[in-house]
């Protein structure tokens, strides 16, 4: 089946400090989404974004179907982004990658 | 619009005894999905449910088992409790099949089997 990888696993950032996550996905998708998920295990949505780029506040996200990867970038990072980001693409389900834990310090 | 609900938020239950986790879609939504999330394995699919028929069906053992009405709301059941079944349970809903549109996550129900 198809494999998402995210990297990097773990990230440590000061507050202000941006920031790249990156998913990589072995086959072509209909569709990839990117998550935060909180501290009580709520998967919010951040960006449906199957092909381009898309932009919301200090949030970014950049997909390129054709080269099957897509970027997360946050700018201007804060504590309450702190959690876990993942991407997910589907074929029919979603797949998850294993995420991204980031830790913003203030 | 009223996002994703399931209920109950808490659940703890013995080995060997069986579970009944509730999820209603948001308003409009026809599609409903589960998804089990632990520490070892990360988010897996259980099996997703559009107009009353179960569509896919993920890698899990029969004693995993679900269904939606004909409001969208669904159920999944677990029989048979064993002690790996302690996890994070999520559902999803979707306008229609996840393999196109935008999934939407409830907020999970924590099960714990002891």
């Known amino acids: 089946g198809i494999q998402v990888e995210q990297s990097p696993p773990d990230l440590i950032l000061q507050e202000g400090a941006n920031s790249t996550l990156r998913c990589n996905f072995s086959?072509?998708?209909?569709?990839l989404q990117w998550f935060h998920q909180n501290p009580w295990g709520q998967l919010i949505n951040l960006f449906y974004i199957p092909s381009g780029t898309k932009q919301n506040g200090r949030l970014s996200a950049t997909t390129v179907a054709t080269e099957r990867y897509s970027l997360l970038y946050i700018s201007s990072s804060q504590t309450t982004d702190s959690g876990v980001y993942f991407c997910a693409v589907t074929p029919y389900k979603l797949v998850f990658g294993a995420g991204t834990i980031l830790r913003v310090k203030s | 619009k009223a996002g994703v609900t399931q209920t109950p938020r808490y659940l703890i239950k013995t080995r060997g005894q069986q579970v009944t986790l509730s999820c209603s879609p948001i308003s409009g939504h026809r599609s409903v999905s589960w998804y089990q999330q632990t520490p070892g394995q990360g988010l897996q699919f259980l099996f997703e449910?559009?107009?009353?028929?179960?569509?896919n069906k993920g890698n899990f053992p029969g004693r995993f088992s679900g269904r939606q009405f004909s409001n969208s709301r669904s159920e999944m059941n677990v029989s048979t409790l064993e002690l790996g079944d302690s996890a994070l349970y999520l559902c999803?809903?979707?306008?229609?099949?996840?393999?196109?549109?935008?999934?939407?996550f409830g907020p999970g129900t924590r099960l714990t089997v002891t």
């Open positions: 449910y559009f107009s009353e028929t179960q569509r």
């Open positions: 999803a809903s979707s306008l229609g099949g996840s393999g196109v549109y935008e999934q939407y």
């Open positions: 086959d072509s998708v209909n569709n």
